[in-house]
């Protein structure tokens, strides 16, 4: 069983940047591909970006692509998302996973953290 905890959310300014962590314990974490997703009040989750095994390959969002920037650190079990040029739109609750599958755009994810906020104000 893996257990995954977000922080570094918040309140930040239009234009401004966050940096989000996801520490992972319980797991072999090099084993895992690892994703980053973000859910609004009243919509579905949706992917944001994820990062292979052995940070290879990562893929992205649309919207978040030049701005978002994934990457971990096998050594230290954690996921990062480097958040730039933020925009209101960027407002939701950002939640860190793990899948045992290669990484991919729809993969299925075993294990979900339990989200951090971030408010984009402009």
């Known amino acids: 069983q893996v257990q995954l905890v977000e922080s570094g959310g918040g309140l930040v300014q239009a234009g401004g940047s966050l940096r989000l962590s996801c520490a992972a314990s319980g797991g072999t974490f090099s084993s895992y591909t690892m994703g980053w997703f973000r859910q609004t009040p009243g919509k579905e989750r949706e992917f944001v970006a994820t990062?292979?095994?052995?940070?290879?390959?990562?893929y992205y969002e649309d919207s978040v692509k030049g701005r978002f920037a994934i990457s971990r650190d096998n050594a230290k079990n954690t996921v990062y998302l480097q958040m730039n040029t933020l925009k209101p739109e960027d407002t939701a609750v950002y939640y860190c996973a793990a899948s045992g599958q290669r990484v991919g755009i729809d993969i299925k994810y075993d294990y979900w953290g339990q989200g951090t906020q971030v408010t984009v104000s402009s």
């Open positions: 990062i292979s095994r052995r940070s290879m390959f990562t």
